[in-house]
């Protein structure tokens, strides 16, 4: 399982990175990377939007650790 991570960091406040819960997780990277690649087209507002492709704000796709047990449940 894969989780979207939305990566910044502040002169002042140093780094931040935090899950974008509401894009939910995915089965493989592939699909996160293609998440991804929509949210920024279609569902960033104009600010986020700014953040991202001035290189401010990056979006990269994590492995959830321990999500290896819900693989084996199915």
């Known amino acids: 399982m894969w989780n979207i991570i939305a990566v910044l960091s502040g002169l002042l406040t140093g ?13 493989s990277e592939e699909s996160c990377k293609a998440a991804i690649t929509e949210a920024v087209n279609s569902k960033l507002d ?9 290189g401010y704000r990056q ?4 492995r959830i650790h321990g999500a290896e047990m819900l693989d ?3």
């Open 15 to 27: 780094p931040e990175a935090y899950a974008v819960t509401d894009a939910g997780i995915f089965k």
């Open 46 to 54: 104009e600010e986020t939007k700014a953040q991202y492709e001035g």
């Open 59 to 62: 979006f990269v796709c994590v």
């Open 72 to 74: 084996s449940a199915e």
